[in-house]
């Protein structure tokens, strides 16, 4: 499909049919890449997506535990006489 580059204010631009659009699968964000001379649109991915599940895992394992948990529980003699509130 070949079509015109437009004028955006002070860029420019294309229009993408909506039907190209649908059937893409795109949505509301995008990703552009820059591959060998070529433009790439694709969705754009959800940041942090999976974590919810990944965090729901860990709890299950037990591995969501804080690794310097002695030390909070344990505080230094630093912490004793030098630390003001």
């Given at each position: ?43 754009a991915e959800k940041t942090r997506n999976g974590w919810e599940d990944s965090f729901e895992k860990m709890a299950k394992e037990g591995d969501d535990a804080l690794l ?18």
């Open positions: 499909m070949k079509t015109k580059i437009i004028r955006i204010g002070n860029s420019q631009g294309v229009r993408i049919p909506k039907p190209l659009i649908e059937e893409s699968g795109i949505t509301d964000e995008i990703e552009m890449i820059l591959r060998d001379n070529e433009i790439v649109l694709r969705s310097d948990q002695e030390d909070i529980e344990n505080p230094s003699d630093w912490d004793e006489t030098e630390w003001e509130w």
